[in-house]
């Protein structure tokens, strides 16, 4: 019988990010194939001594999965392994489609994403009460298209926080598109280079009238999170709406209010 593809989110760029179910998933590895455009190699030393390790970033998507077919079908264990989380972004779908035509099964362990591995770095919030409660993970258009509604300016007009993908390249049409959609020339941008990266994360903090000037500035031209939404900057405003949860007036299954209610 063939051993299984597991697909297993790398996390942002810092080993240690590794679930302890990914991690053990390559400490037993028979082979793994690794995304090293994306993926420090780092990763890669939790397989064991003689694990059959390749490098992806030089072959097609029809080479890929003829390799992890060809690998499941010596090793019991092959881990994928990919950046962030497999489902996001990642081609999961592509990729296991042919492995279910070839008989092969494959499972997925979810990963950190650079989306909040970003927030982490920068010590910011996706969400606030009464500020936002959205988060939107999207990208711009490149060479591969956004569907019909997709269009930035279309998500930005919501006016939650965004999260942009793959989109440092094309500055100009973040800026477009969030204008388009009535951002002021002040709002707060955060990117962030190669989220939890050892020695290679930058954070670069500055507004949308700002954000390719800064960004020229600091060099980061690949590989990083750009952020935009309300909650951006919060630790220093001199007032924040009090989460409800944890508000000594609440009452919820594990704690009676010690003060009068407030409202839900």
Same mark, same amino acid.
């Given at each position: 019988?063939?051993?299984?593809?597991?697909?297993? /989110?790398?996390?942002?760029?810092?080993?240690?990010?590794?679930?302890?179910?990914?991690?053990?998933?390559?400490?037993?590895?028979?082979?793994?194939?690794?995304?090293?455009?994306?993926?420090?190699?780092?990763?890669?030393?939790?397989?064991?001594?003689?694990?059959?390790?390749?490098?992806?970033?030089?072959?097609?998507?029809?080479?890929?999965?003829?390799?992890?077919?060809?690998?499941?079908?010596? *090793?019991?264990?092959?881990?994928?392994?990919?950046?962030?989380?497999?489902?996001?972004?990642?081609?999961?779908?592509?990729?296991?489609?042919?492995?279910?035509?070839?008989?092969?099964?494959?499972?997925?362990?979810? /990963?950190?994403?650079?989306?909040?591995?970003?927030?982490?770095?920068?010590?910011?919030?996706?969400?606030?009460?009464?500020?936002?409660?959205?988060?939107?993970?999207?990208?711009?258009?490149?060479?591969?298209?956004?569907?019909?509604?997709?269009?930035?300016?279309?998500?930005?007009? *919501?006016?939650?926080?965004?999260?942009?993908?793959?989109?440092?390249?094309?500055?100009?049409?973040?800026?477009?598109?969030?204008?388009?959609? /009535?951002?002021?020339?002040?709002?707060?941008?955060?990117?962030? *280079?190669?989220?939890?990266?050892?020695?290679?994360?930058?954070?670069?903090?500055?507004?949308?009238?700002?954000?390719?000037?800064?960004?020229?500035?600091?060099?980061?031209?690949?590989?990083?999170?750009?952020?935009? /939404?309300?909650?951006?900057?919060?630790?220093?405003?001199?007032?924040?709406?009090?989460?409800?949860?944890?508000?000594?007036?609440?009452? *919820?299954?594990?704690?009676?209010?010690?003060?009068?209610?407030?409202?839900?």
């Amino acid at each position: 019988m063939p051993g299984t593809v597991w697909f297993v /989110g790398a996390g942002p760029g810092d080993p240690e990010l590794l679930t302890l179910k990914g991690k053990k998933l390559l400490e037993r590895a028979g082979a793994v194939l690794f995304a090293g455009s994306l993926v420090d190699a780092a990763a890669t030393r939790y397989a064991p001594p003689g694990c059959l390790i390749r490098d992806s970033k030089d072959m097609t998507l029809e080479e890929m999965t003829e390799w992890l077919v060809a690998a499941a079908k010596a *090793h019991e264990t092959v881990v994928r392994l990919q950046t962030g989380d497999p489902t996001l972004y990642g081609a999961l779908i592509e990729l296991t489609r042919p492995l279910t035509a070839a008989g092969i099964s494959w499972k997925v362990v979810p /990963g950190v994403s650079s989306a909040m591995a970003a927030m982490a770095a920068a010590g910011e919030s996706m969400t606030l009460p009464e500020v936002t409660q959205t988060v939107i993970l999207t990208r711009v258009a490149g060479r591969t298209p956004m569907p019909p509604g997709e269009e930035l300016e279309s998500l930005a007009a *919501h006016r939650s926080t965004i999260c942009l993908f793959l989109s440092i390249t094309r500055l100009a049409e973040v800026e477009r598109g969030l204008r388009a959609a /009535g951002w002021a020339e002040a709002s707060p941008v955060l990117v962030v *280079h190669k989220a939890s990266w050892a020695d290679e994360e930058r954070i670069v903090r500055t507004t949308l009238g700002e954000l390719r000037r800064a960004c020229r500035e600091a060099g980061i031209v690949s590989q990083a999170m750009i952020v935009v /939404g309300p909650t951006l900057g919060a630790a220093s405003w001199p007032d924040l709406a009090r989460s409800k949860l944890y508000d000594p007036s609440f009452t *919820h299954r594990w704690r009676k209010a010690k003060t009068k209610e407030c409202d839900t």
